[in-house]
């Protein structure tokens, strides 16, 4: 349901460099910044999917289809996670984060859907790759 890949990161003296996303941008980039128990997202989308990389602390990404209720969680730090269109998702985090969303279109709230999710359960985050 999700797609995963590994983030580059070179850590030096002088901090981080993340290569958050490799290619060109047709839709649209966001910085998205989480705070414990303030999700962000709980929609999903009609017409486009979305890329999300952790930039500062870690997240976690739920994914679930809104028909059939398949749940996919992914820990948002040593990888990207792609959610494609159609697949319900949200970002919970534990400690505040930085999350870089990047989304294939421009957004379009007459094709975005709401869609609650709930957190990762504690065997879901034990399980999570």
Known sequence: MIQRQPVVRHTDA??????AWPGPVAGEVYAVE?????PRGHHWHHHGG????AL???????AEHPETG???????DTQRVYV???????LFCD??????AVAEVHFDHE?????????PTAAEREGCP
């Open 14 to 19: 002088r901090g981080d460099l993340i290569k």
């Open 56 to 62: 500062r602390g870690w997240a976690w990404l739920v």
């Open 34 to 38: 989480l705070l414990p128990g303030h």
């Open 95 to 100: 400690q505040p984060a930085l999350v870089l």
């Open 70 to 76: 398949e749940r996919s969680v992914a820990r948002l």
């Open 84 to 90: 494609p269109r159609g697949i319900a998702h949200a």
């Open 50 to 53: 979305e890329w999300f990389v």
């Open 111 to 119: 094709r975005t859907e709401h869609h609650t999710l709930q957190p």
